[in-house]
């Protein structure tokens, strides 16, 4: 099935990538630049599709992005630290961010003749983002079926969405993911802080799937204080 | 009920917006610029906010409408003459448009805290454009729900659902809209050319819903010969 994957540069979205390379027809991979800090990811997802030898296309949405205010990910805003499980953490919520992602994705994939879309939302994002949940993925995937009635059928294909990100960590060393060629860190910086809600989220990823964790940490300590603070 | 409006500057959504303005609490216009050929459309959008006093952005999707190829509304093919009902037409689909458009308009609207969201989607863009279509409108409004569930309840508003062009004459004309400030040819030129499948659908519905049209096209007569042969 000639597969068209969204995907940022991230641990989870590389992942996805290279299983979907091992099992399925890549066709290409599509990167969304909306104006985000941590733009270190798109050079990630470009190296990926270098190594996997398909296309790569990036859309500047930018200006959508900016038009999303009151996010920490496009805005001003500190990035807050600590764990995802936090209320700090809806800070990073852009509104529909996901759902427009998707829906251009679909849009291009009918124009290639792509027979899927290949999205890696999993179970940690769920709690956080109401476009990334099992029930979102479903009506989504309704409404394009009635979008493109009669003149493509693109399926929407979501492996990861009941995995934890220990899991994908799992799926993704199966799959030979060089780990240290993706990004997860909101901050700008050049090493992963090791403090904010992605870095902590990964380095427990990590933990929890016995695979070794190759990142180099700002902060290599931060992500147990965090985990203990969310689970007091 | 605070809502933004997508308008294109075509007689449909320029009618939508005085209608709105009459009825509704106007938050903005919103255009995209998708490189379509006939961005006089965007003018006259921008003239309609100055009119009812509101904000406008254009959003520029014209990467992606570069990418959603095989379209005469983008592309170097050459626009059809003749009626909608004829299968030439269906060369100005442009795959998920509306989807894409309606996607980042509920992502904005979230954003602003508008209350609704109103598209001009019409019974006559139905046989030809699945994103227009009930069933698709139905179904965007439920996934819509799912993706923002917890951070934003917004309402899509097509009142023009079930209306034809011609009702939507009759309907501008309610409010005051000023039909001469709507463009609606697919072509480029200075005037509407009188040929192509939308200047024919605007004449028509102009004669059917007995206003007078105050378009100048360049070809005058067209549309009768069009519409003798689409019921031949």
Redesign the interface.
Known sequence: MKTLVVCSGGLDSVSLAHRLAGEHELDCLLSFDYGQRHRKELGFAALCAQRLNVPH?I??IG??GR????SALTDSIDVPDGHYAEDTMRVT????????ML??A???A??HKAEAVATAVHGGDHFIY??C?P??ID??Q???D???????RVHLHAPYLHFSKADIVCDGAKYGTPFAETWSCYKGGERHCGRCGTCVERREAFHLSGHPDPTDYEDDDFWLVALRRANA
């Open positions: 296309q859309i500047d200006q959508i038009g999303l205010s009151g919520v852009v509104p529909n961010r996901n759902a427009i829906a251009i679909f849009g291009l009918a124009a109401p476009d949940r029930a979102f009506t989504f309704t409404m394009q009635r979008a493109l009635d009669g003149y493509a």
